[in-house]
Structure formats: C-alpha cells, structure tokens
C-alpha cells in the first residue's frame, strides 16, 4: 500500500460508535467497522480515520483515555466465537435479560452497552480459565509478558478501579489504595484468598486486552486487503485520571491543566471564549519524559502503529508549547464570571499560560521550535513506516507549519479558515503535504450551518452565514437565486476538496451523508457529545436510493481528481 505524499488519496472520518449494524449490541464495534471498510472501499475510498480507541473514563470522551495503550473493549466484536472462548450458550444467557431491540435503537447508551460487553467478556474468561487450549493459553501468556510494561500495571489499576466503584477518580479512592507503593503494600497484607482474587481479576483485564490486540490487528490486515489505509489518532495529551499518571507521576505536572487559548470561533460555549478550552489533560514534565528516554511516548506510538498504517496526533501543537490552566476542568464555572484580578487573587496569582513559554520573542519561539522538533523526532524515528499526520489548528505560531513540513509531517488545511493576506488561498495552492477537510469531529456539519444560515431565528445565523459564503468561494459557487444544497451546493464543496492539490482529502461522514448530527461540543460536557449515532446500518446505507446516488456522485469526483487506486496507478 503506497501512502506516500505524492499520490493523492481521499478518506472519511467516523466515530467508531456512531455506526451501525444490524447485529451490533448499541455501539459501533470492529464488526460494523470491517462492513464500513467494505462499503468505503466500494465507494472509492482509500483512507478509513477513526477518533482515538483507547480506553475511556465515565465521561464517554475518546480525548481522556484512562490508558494511553489499553484498548476500549466497547469496540469489541462479542457474539458466539468471538472471541474463541464465547460460546452460544454463554452469548444466549448474556444477552437474555437485555432488550436488543431497544439497545439498538437512538444514541449510545453507554451504562447498558457496557454492562453487556463486561457480561460477556466475563463469561468469555472463564471459561478460557476452565478449559484453555495450549495455543491460546501460549498467546495469551505471550502477550502479556511482551506488553507487561504498561500491561501489568494497566491491569493493577483497573482492579483498584473496580474496587472503588468502578470510578477511576484514584485521588478519591479508599486512603490505602491511592498510591501505587501504597496500594502494592496494602495488597501483600491481605488473605491469601483475597491475593489470589485480585490476581485473577487482573489477568482478566490482560485477557481483555489480549482480545482487543487480536481483533483490532486482524481488521488492520482486513482493511489492508481492500486497499484501505486506517488511520488513527493520539491524543496529545492523557486522562489526569488514567492509569498513566497513577503509575509515573514523575513524567507529568499534575497542578497544571492543559488546553487551548481562548478561542472565538467556538461561539457555542463562554469560557471558551474567555477564557480558553480547560482540557484537564496534566501538563508533560518533558525533562523528566527526557531523562527516560521518552519511553513513555515511545510506547504509545508502538501501540498506534501496530493497529494503523497512518495515525494523526491531536494537537501536535503542544509538543512546541501548551496553554496551561492552574485550575482543573470542574472549576471552569467558578473562574467563569472573575476578572482577571479576581482570577489571581483565588489562583494566588498563577494565570494561564503558555508553558514552558509563550511565543512573545525571538529566542521563546526558537527555543519552543527546538524543543517540539526533538520531540516529534523522537515520534518519527519510533513510528517507522508508519505515517504521521499533525492537528495543527488553533492558534499557530509562525514556525510550526515549516517545521512540520520540514519533518514530513502533513498538517491540516481547513479551506474556509485558509487566507494569507486577506485572499482565501484556492485548493491547487495548497502545499502536497497536507490533509484537507471541512470539517472535524469538533465542527457543525456544514447541512447544520445551511439550516442555520436560513432560519432568522438561529442564534449563531450570522456565523453560519460567513462559514457558508467562504465554502462556497473555495468551491467556485457564485451567489445566485434558487441555490439548493442537494443540486448545487454539496456537488461543488465535494469536487473542490477533491481537486485540491492536498495529499488526503478527508470527508466527515455526516458531511458526506448531509447529515446535521454533530457528534461534540469543544469545551462542554454536553449529554449528547459522543452520543450520536447514523441514523441507517451499513446495509441500510447501500440500499438507501438516496445515498447510492449520492455516493455514485462521489466515486465519479474521486475518479475525476485522480483519488481512486486506478486513476493513480
């Protein structure tokens, strides 16, 4: 699979869990992603981007793992004979007590879904334990001692958790257990019985892993045979709730809380737009991560490139420098209303903050340019063929795009937010190393922003209105009675991201389906972020009349731009 810059491809980004399949379990899971590959590949497509999948917290949020390796078992297929050691009988008595039907029907619901993977897993494990092959038993066992460097204490933290209700909050754990010294003396102290316990329940999250290692590289090899590159995504930064930091709290700066500068584009949200995006991601203690090698980061893209042939890293921006709050996330409100005199005055006058400096002068910007370069360096040279891609939106300092370019890292071009000296740059002038797209994960559909732009009593109208007006110059449409967004507009937006001169062109799903689901509000913690499903299977998208002429439109531009494995070859 040739993915270098020089040969133009075309993706489109889903979360995994807002897919659907006929046979899911209320969540989108490797199962439903191998369709979705089929049905991509079908359509010409060459690049599948998924949000991260590692293992998340109670907040649902693919951006706050509770494990920078663990994978989350939610995406797991789980039916009879997958895995191995999940029989009929044990699915059958599983899932007998869940209403399918229901679970399967509107948005994620997360309580239920989790409750019925955890059932069957458990009912998986035991009986691996009670009646083990000696091939599988010499897999398992050798995953766990080639992953046992963040396995083993992964898995210790994930018993701890469920010995505190599940909740993964370890400052707020039982006294004993919230220090891992602490917590490994408290464990030799107790029965015999209760060591042997907690024994097996850590080799049942090792086993869970181990599933999840061998599904997730077997759909990596799948989507490979249909000539469809998966593309993944590292968060830049990590849960402060994560077994990471309970683990190596050395590497991190646990009394600064990572985000974003204040930001007024995201008028959906006010301390955003005061104040910034509060991510509560702690802040890297890179002299410590340096000391070490940077074994921590060197793990974390091993895992990623085991799974992806491209992944892209959230925010490559803070590896040169990060906007650093003296708060955590659940005081957003109460800093909210302050001045910035009151904010020093309950902050004792630390402020947020560029660290480890802002971009002020000449020798700050070289010195964080320096700095992020080594670091990404590090990325490089762990992540092989492997390649990479950088999330670099937001507030950009001068030298991090030719820094990037310069390292062969492809950033992203969003074509109405690209204007150099008042003049929206056209598609064909954007630099070949790049992935261009509407729209993320974080963005209003743009059939959100067209309704928006036509109701007079939307608030954010005026907003919508400017977004439209600047896709619609990209794409070459004049203003003129009588535009439709079916007829006119969506063909020409898509044949202008295609026809850009970028290396990937890559299509938010509800922006290729004209949906107006948006699937998170930056800054907020909305009921509905991470919620929101398709509305149609897979299979249903196939035979939907709409969405075949829809995509047989799309397969023609892809082959028109050169896009498809046959315009190129």
């Known amino acids: 699979m040739n993915l270098g810059p020089e040969d133009k491809i075309a993706g489109v980004l889903t979360p995994l869990f807002a897919l659907r399949s006929e046979k899911g379990l209320g969540i989108g899971d490797v199962a439903t992603l191998r369709e979705f590959i089929e049905w991509a590949s079908e359509i010409a497509f060459r690049v599948v981007q998924l949000l991260p999948i590692n293992e998340v917290?109670?907040?649902?949020?693919?951006?706050?793992?509770?494990?920078?390796?663990?994978?989350?078992?939610?995406?797991?297929?789980?039916?009879?004979?997958?895995?191995?050691?999940?029989t009929y009988e044990?699915?059958?008595?599983?899932?007998?007590?869940?209403?399918?039907?229901?679970?399967?029907?509107?948005?994620?619901k997360y309580e239920r879904v989790r409750k019925l993977k955890r059932e069957l897993l458990e009912r998986a494990f035991r009986n691996f334990q009670l009646n083990p092959t000696a091939n599988r038993e010499s897999a398992f066992e050798q995953f766990c001692k080639g992953e046992s460097s963040w396995l083993r204490p992964y898995s210790f933290f994930r018993v701890l958790m469920?010995?505190?209700?599940?909740?993964?909050?370890?400052?707020?754990?039982?006294?004993?257990?919230?220090?891992?010294?602490?917590?490994?003396?408290?464990?030799?102290?107790?029965?015999?019985?209760?060591?042997?316990?907690?024994?097996?329940?850590?080799?049942?999250?090792?086993?869970?892993?181990?599933?999840?290692?061998?599904?997730?590289?077997?759909?990596?090899?799948?989507?490979?045979?249909?000539?469809?590159?998966?593309?993944?995504?590292?968060?830049?930064?990590?849960?402060?709730?994560?077994?990471?930091?309970?683990?190596?709290?050395?590497?991190?700066?646990?009394?600064?809380?990572?985000?974003?500068?204040?930001?007024?584009?995201?008028?959906?949200?006010?301390?955003?737009?005061?104040?910034?995006?509060?991510w509560g991601?702690?802040?890297?203690?890179?002299?410590?991560?340096?000391?070490?090698?940077?074994?921590?980061?060197?793990?974390?893209?091993?895992?990623?490139?085991r799974i992806f042939h491209i992944f892209r890293i959230d925010?490559?921006?803070?590896?040169?420098?990060?906007?650093?709050?003296p708060w955590r996330p659940d005081r957003n409100a109460?800093?909210?209303?302050?001045?910035?005199?009151?904010?020093?005055?309950?902050?004792?006058?630390?402020?947020?903050?560029?660290?480890?400096r802002d971009d002020e002068s000449t020798e700050n910007s070289e010195a964080n340019r320096r700095e992020g370069e080594e670091y990404l360096r590090m990325v490089l040279a762990e992540?092989?063929?492997?390649?990479?891609?950088?999330?670099?939106?937001?507030?950009?300092?001068?030298?991090?795009?030719?820094?990037?370019?310069?390292?062969?890292?492809?950033?992203?071009?969003?074509?109405?937010?690209?204007?150099?000296?008042?003049?929206?740059?056209?598609?064909?002038?954007?630099?070949?190393?790049s992935v261009t797209t509407y729209a993320t994960h974080d963005h209003k559909p743009i059939r959100e922003l067209w309704t928006e732009a036509l109701d007079e009593k939307a608030p954010t109208r005026e907003q919508a209105q400017e977004d439209l007006l600047k896709i619609a110059q990209f794409s070459g449409i004049g203003p003129r009675e009588g535009l439709e967004y079916e007829r006119d507009f969506y063909p020409a937006m898509m044949s202008a991201l295609f026809s850009s001169n970028s290396w990937i062109a890559m299509v938010m799903i509800t922006d290729l389906l004209a949906r107006k689901d948006r699937f998170n509000v930056p800054g907020t913690a909305a009921a509905t972020n991470w919620t929101r499903r398709l509305?149609?299977?897979?299979?249903?998208?196939?035979?939907?009349?709409?969405?075949?002429?829809?995509?047989?439109?799309?397969?023609?531009?892809?082959?028109?731009?050169?896009?498809?494995?046959?315009?190129s070859s």
């Not at 925010?315 to 709050?325: E, M, P, Q, W």
């Not at 800093?335 to 480890?356: D, I, N, S, V």
């Not at 390292?407 to 070949?432: D, S």
Request: net charge neutral; proline share 7%.
């Open 281 to 305: 991601i702690p802040v890297y203690n890179w002299p410590a991560m340096r000391a070490q090698d940077f074994a921590w980061w060197r793990q974390r893209v091993r895992g990623i490139k």
């Open 315 to 325: 925010h490559v921006l803070g590896f040169y420098r990060i906007y650093a709050f």
């Open 57 to 86: 917290g109670r907040d649902n949020s693919p951006y706050n793992a509770i494990s920078a390796m663990a994978i989350e078992p939610v995406t797991l297929q789980l039916a009879p004979g997958s895995p191995e050691e999940l």
């Open 162 to 278: 469920e010995l505190n209700s599940e909740s993964e909050k370890w400052d707020e754990w039982q006294p004993e257990h919230r220090d891992p010294q602490t917590a490994r003396s408290w464990l030799t102290e107790q029965s015999t019985e209760m060591r042997t316990q907690f024994s097996t329940r850590e080799k049942f999250f090792s086993y869970v892993q181990w599933i999840a290692d061998e599904q997730w590289r077997e759909l990596r090899r799948f989507a490979g045979e249909h000539g469809v590159a998966l593309m993944g995504d590292i968060p830049f930064g990590i849960s402060y709730y994560s077994a990471d930091v309970f683990t190596e709290r050395e590497i991190f700066h646990l009394d600064w809380s990572g985000g974003a500068p204040p930001e007024p584009y995201f008028k959906d949200d006010e301390f955003t737009i005061k104040w910034g995006q509060n």
């Open 334 to 356: 109460e800093f909210l209303p302050l001045t910035q005199a009151q904010m020093l005055e309950k902050t004792g006058g630390r402020f947020p903050h560029f660290t480890p």
């Open 383 to 433: 992540s092989g063929a492997t390649r990479v891609v950088g999330e670099d939106l937001g507030t950009v300092p001068r030298y991090v795009r030719p820094n990037l370019r310069s390292l062969g890292i492809a950033g992203f071009k969003i074509p109405q937010w690209e204007f150099l000296h008042g003049r929206m740059t056209p598609g064909n002038e954007f630099e070949r190393l």
């Open 535 to 567: 509305p149609k299977t897979i299979s249903q998208l196939r035979e939907s009349p709409t969405i075949r002429r829809r995509m047989k439109l799309i397969r023609e531009l892809l082959e028109k731009s050169g896009r498809t494995r046959e315009s």
């Open 90 to 108: 044990a699915f059958e008595s599983a899932t007998a007590n869940e209403n399918l039907t229901t679970l399967r029907r509107g948005q994620v």
